[in-house]
């Protein structure tokens, strides 16, 4: 009663096939004729499913794998084939109420569930697995190719661009470098795919140094923005470059920034190399440690806290009710301390030399101390 002729097979796959086609634009747009013979194979397993009271075996479903693995190549969304899978199972319905005079109808919806269940997760299994395997091997050219790219193992820059648009990157336009560093390695991973699912223009990949961003300039401080938040992150930015040497310099840039940042202005989450470069004259320890202790070493050696009473005074450009009130003290007290910190300094700060000597080698002081970390 349930066995169907080869013609009828052939005449309810092409019933499918054309509800599919009015139902799931995905389908209509194959126009391939591999989808009609997956159909008629998806009709043939289901009757002969029902008249053998049972589901396919995983091997019968072969050709059901393979199809789901090229409708991901296609770029098929996997909605879309549950959704063909819906409207071919309906149609089956139908064309099995044709010819069921005397069947047992709740038994044979059982088996068509059971079957619907069956064949689903098959093509759901497939289709995951593939798309898994080409994303790991999408990421593996990435981090291989920027791996390279910021190696400087490249020698001409036309062949690179070229390869960069094959991975669906444009390079050819002014970056800015990005480095993000974390304690936690899952903390970058998080942070590539954040900035993946938010920025597809901007390539993130995880090297040894960290996570690498190269950024199309305008959007920096959006891509700051959602990776500085993180306290498990530090980022260091470059300044915009363009071509494939720029991304290189650019690296060394934020790893300078970085290295910079930490030292100079400590606990902050996000450095760019711009605000710091001035910093990277002065990479050499001795020199700069004999600048300080030749401008500050005397008021250094009298009290600590001259250095802080000259940074609230910098800070309030030179105004010194400001500054009283930042230190919170009475104005005659700060008027009293500056009186002894020129002395200590052998002029006064109203001279424009002394005054950029005493400033500059304040902010040379941290630089100074931990010169060793960023020879």
């Not at 593996?140 to 820059?157: I, M, Q, V």
């Not at 954040?194 to 891509?223: Q, W, Y």
């Not at 009130?325 to 910190?341: E, K, W």
Request: glycine letters at 8%.
């Amino acid at each position: 009663m349930l066995n169907r002729t080869a013609a009828e097979l052939e005449a309810y796959a092409a019933r499918v096939h054309a509800a599919v086609d009015a139902e799931v634009p995905e389908y209509a747009a194959l126009a391939d004729v591999d989808v009609f013979a997956v159909n008629r194979r998806n009709v043939a397993l289901y009757f002969r499913a029902l008249a053998e009271d049972g589901v396919p075996s995983l091997p019968e479903l072969g050709e059901i794998e393979q199809a789901a693995v090229r409708r991901m190549h296609q770029g098929v969304p996997l909605e879309a084939i549950f959704h063909s899978y819906h409207v071919g199972l309906r149609v089956m319905w139908t064309c099995l109420l044709e010819r069921a005079e005397g069947c047992d109808l709740g038994h044979l919806a059982v088996l068509t569930m059971a079957y619907a269940e069956r064949v689903s997760h098959v093509a759901a299994q497939a289709y995951l697995r593939e798309r898994d395997r080409v994303a790991r091997s999408q990421e593996e050219a990435r981090r291989l190719f920027f791996t390279r790219l910021y190696s400087g193992d490249f020698a001409e820059e036309e062949p690179v661009l070229r390869e960069a648009r094959a991975l669906g990157y444009d390079l050819a336009g002014p970056h800015v470098v990005l480095l993000a560093t974390a304690a936690v390695d899952f903390a970058l991973a998080e942070a590539r795919d954040e900035i993946e699912r938010r920025f597809p223009a901007c390539p993130a990949v995880l090297m040894r140094a960290g996570l690498v961003v190269a950024v199309p300039g305008d959007a920096l401080d959006d891509v700051l923005a959602a990776v500085a938040p993180d306290g498990r992150i530090t980022a260091g930015a470059g300044t915009p470059r363009a071509g494939v040497g720029g991304l290189t310099a650019g690296l060394h840039e934020a790893r300078r920034a970085l290295a910079l940042g930490a030292i100079l202005s400590p606990g902050q989450r996000a450095y760019r190399y711009e605000e710091l470069r001035m910093f990277d004259l002065f990479k050499e320890g001795e020199p700069v440690e004999a600048f300080v202790q030749g401008v500050l070493g005397p008021l250094l050696r009298a009290r600590a806290r001259y250095a802080e009473t000259l940074e609230a005074l910098f800070a309030a450009a030179l105004n010194r009710k400001a500054a009283a009130h930042a230190l919170g003290v009475h104005p005659n007290t700060l008027s009293y301390r500056l009186s002894r910190i020129e002395s200590l300094l052998g002029g006064s700060l109203q001279d424009g030399e002394i005054c950029f000597r005493t400033q500059l080698a304040l902010k040379l002081r941290p630089l100074a101390n931990g010169s060793a970390q960023v020879r």
